[in-house]
């Protein structure tokens, strides 16, 4: 029973019988207890477990997905990481492994490299001074948000919870992501 309960990441044995499975036998890793003693993270790792269930299907190959997922439960569990940003690196993330990279290297309109200050939801990218202006769905970040975006997305799986941001950051971080997560999944999630 204990390999059967929320947030047990284990080694299991199934048996198919029909359209069901029953486990034959199984090996805890890891029950994340630190989650279980404190409700603000346990609240956090609630919701990304609901957005995980929303964008994985059972048979689906999704190693990506399950790495991202166990990376952000240790960070969780295991430090006192600001859980916005956390919540925020983990979003990001997940809608780059799952079909939703934002473009981050130029201009989605003009191409321009240079002087990318705005998020574009419409346009699913960095935009620069000039284009963001003129897109009303566009949010203006600060230059810590956009390298810290950049980070999330093209940094090593293992390594993208290993930076700190200033406050002002983490909270463009939480409205991108947020905004992101429910236009691309269309769906409202409350928190």
């Known amino acids: 029973m204990a390999a059967t309960q929320f947030l047990c990441f284990g080694e ?11 486990i034959n036998s199984c090996e805890t890793i890891e029950v994340f207890y630190n989650i279980r003693t404190d409700l603000d993270k346990l609240k956090y790792t609630s919701f990304i477990t609901k957005i995980i269930n929303d964008v994985t299907t059972e048979n689906q190959n999704t190693y990506k997905v399950l790495q991202l997922y166990l990376n952000t439960l240790y960070i969780i569990s ?5 859980l916005s940003l956390v919540n925020s690196v983990f979003t990001l993330r997940l809608m780059s492994i799952i079909g939703f990279r934002p473009i981050i290297h130029e201009c989605k309109n003009c191409k321009n490299k ?3 200050s705005y998020f574009s ?8 001074n000039n284009c963001g202006k003129q897109d009303k769905g566009a949010i203006e970040i600060n230059n810590t948000t956009k390298d810290a975006i950049r ?3 093209l940094s ?3 390594k993208i919870f290993s930076f700190d941001v200033p406050e002002d950051t983490i909270k463009e971080l939480k409205i991108i992501s947020k905004i992101y997560l429910e236009d691309k999944l269309e769906k409202e999630y409350k928190f």
């Open 12 to 22: 299991y044995l199934l048996y198919k019988s029909g359209n069901s499975y029953s």
């Open 78 to 82: 295991e430090t006192n990481k600001n």
């Open 114 to 116: 240079e002087d990318l």
């Open 121 to 128: 939801f419409k346009d699913c990218g960095l935009k620069c």
């Open 151 to 153: 980070y999330v997305i």
């Open 156 to 158: 090593d799986a293992k």
